[in-house]
Structures are given as C-alpha cells and as structure tokens.
C-alpha cells in the first residue's frame, strides 16, 4: 500500500503487480511533465516525458497518465520487477523554461 | 545517449575546508548546466544555474559567496563548497540539457559530500 507522511511517501508492491506513483503539480501553466527514477546514491534517470497536449503516453512497461483539470499525473508500471525499486520524481515545466520543477518523490519498494 | 559524470563521487572533509565537485559532459558541449542539492529522502533543489563564460545564477536563498560556480568551459562546470560545514552535508547533483531538445536534461551521477 502507500503511505504518506513526514517522510518520503512509500509504495509497496509485490513483484510482478502493476505500480501506480501519483503525483500532484500545482502549476497550471507547466505544459511539460517528466518522470524520473532515481535509484539509491544515484542522479536522476529520464524514464518517459508527456506535453500538456496529451493525456496519456506510453513507453516499454510505462505509462504516464495526465489529468490537466486536477493537475494530476500517475506514472503506472506494468509487472513490477525488483529493479523497478527507486524513488520516482515528477518534474514539471512551464513555457520556454527548461529547468524543471521536480516534485516531492515517492519511494516504490518491490518485494520479490 | 549524452553522458554527464561528476568527480569525485564522494567525499568526506573537515569542518572549514573547501571543496571542488566537477561536472562534465562527456560527449556533448554544454553551454548551461544546473546544479543541485538533495538531502536524504527529500527531493532535488535548484541551486544555481552555470553558464559557460559568465556569471552564475542562484537561486533565492542560496549563498553564491559560499557556492562558487565556475563554468569555463563548454564541458565543465565546477562547484566549490567553500568553508564547508556539517550542514553543507549533501548529495550535489549536476544536470545539463540535450543538444537536440533543450528539454531534456541529463543528470549526473551525484558527489555525495560528507563535512565532519
């Protein structure tokens, strides 16, 4: 399940099950959304991109989903694997800025 | 895909020393590059922008007396903790934007600086 508190939120699952990361953004005029895994001691890797002009963008075992009305953005993850176990970021930009806005993370734990 | 490394990948100092982190791109010229900073379980915060041939831009809050940025090269950028003390205490990510896409932005591999 997810938990959410003082600390990073954390999102246990089974290996195998589909992940859901939710991630909330708060800038209505960002046009650009980025989802990033970051695996222990390690920088931040690009795992897939959407625009504001789409809702939904698909990748190898990724889907990013974009609800603009809430300012909402899911990444789902199809047959988790132990290797999938990484804090997850969103990031957003707006306009011609290319420095991102990254958000607060979410910590996906995979159980074998 | 371009490739951004950072030296050292850790280091531990004494209070009241100053370090240098390195930043470059490997295979690709990068006339801007971002830093970061990003305590345990929190997320990454802007520091300052490096642009090749001037001056830095920092971001609120963030002492560019304490924080020099060096970019002198369209390869390399270099920060320097100067006067480092247990706070100071991080992992300092760099970053730099994809030539064909100013979008996208390659992370480095992260120097994990400990201050004793």
């Known amino acids: 399940g997810e938990s959410v508190g003082l600390h990073l939120p954390t999102l246990s699952v089974q290996e195998g099950d589909n992940s859901i990361i939710n991630c909330a953004y708060s800038?209505?005029?960002?046009?650009?959304f980025i989802w990033y895994k970051q695996e222990s001691g390690k920088g931040p890797q690009f795992i897939i991109d959407?625009?504001?002009?789409?809702d939904k963008r698909q990748g190898q075992r990724v889907t990013v989903l974009l609800n603009k009305t809430v300012k909402h953005l899911s990444l789902q993850i199809a047959a988790t694997q132990p290797g999938d176990s990484a804090v997850y970021f969103c990031?957003?930009?707006?306009?011609?800025?290319?420095?991102?806005?990254f958000g607060r993370g979410t910590s996906l734990i995979v159980h074998p | 895909g371009a490739v951004v490394s950072q030296h050292p990948s850790w280091v531990i100092c004494k209070s009241g020393t100053s370090v240098k982190i390195e930043c470059r791109s490997l295979?690709?010229?990068?006339?801007?590059m971002f830093w970061y900073r990003q305590f345990p379980k929190q997320s990454l915060m802007l520091m300052a922008t490096?642009?090749?041939?001037?001056?830095?831009?920092?971001e609120q809050g963030v002492e560019k007396d304490k924080f020099l940025i060096n970019h002198a090269s369209l390869t390399l950028s270099t920060l320097t903790v100067t006067s480092a003390h247990p706070e100071d205490s991080s992992f300092y990510i760099c970053?730099?934007?994809?030539?064909?896409?100013?979008?996208?932005?390659?992370f480095g591999p992260g120097t994990r600086l400990l201050v004793l």
């Open positions: 970053s730099a934007p994809g030539q064909g896409s100013q979008e996208t932005q390659y």
């Open positions: 295979d690709f010229q990068a006339t801007t």
């Open positions: 990031a957003e930009k707006s306009g011609g800025s290319y420095i991102p806005t």
């Open positions: 959407i625009r504001s002009n789409m």
């Open positions: 490096s642009n090749e041939g001037s001056k830095a831009t920092y």
């Open positions: 800038n209505s005029a960002s046009d650009y």
